[in-house]
């Protein structure tokens, strides 16, 4: 079982930015994917950003040239820079594990993302 730790949620006035963190348990693994979702009341969730294994990015196309996705292999962690944050971009902000070898997804518990204007 792996657990994730999210971390680098709060307020923020619209313009500004925030970095999340997510820390996997464990180290992870041959194949894998992670990235963040987002999720609000009444709203199904979204795609954000993912980084695969190999290093390939992809990002939803309401936060690209805005939120840049990154991680570091040595801490199992992956990152979210998020710049030029919009009320829009409000919502709980969830990461995700998915490992090819055994088709598992890993949760973190979420971290809320305010952005006032």
């Known amino acids: 079982q792996v657990q994730l730790v999210e971390s680098g949620g709060g307020l923020v006035q619209a313009g500004g930015s925030l970095r999340l963190s997510c820390a996997a348990s464990r180290s992870t693994f041959s194949r894998h994917r992670m990235g963040w979702y987002r999720q609000t009341p009444g709203k199904q969730r979204e795609l954000v950003a993912r980084i695969d294994s190999g290093g390939d990015t992809n990002y939803a196309d309401s936060v690209k040239g805005r939120f840049t996705i990154s991680k570091d292999n040595a801490k199992n962690t992956v990152y979210l820079q998020m710049d030029t944050l919009q009320p829009e971009d409000t919502a709980t902000y969830y990461c995700?594990?998915?490992?090819?070898?055994?088709?598992?997804?890993?949760w973190g518990q979420g971290t809320q993302v305010t952005v006032s204007s």
């Open positions: 995700y594990l998915y490992t090819f070898s055994d088709y598992t997804d890993y």
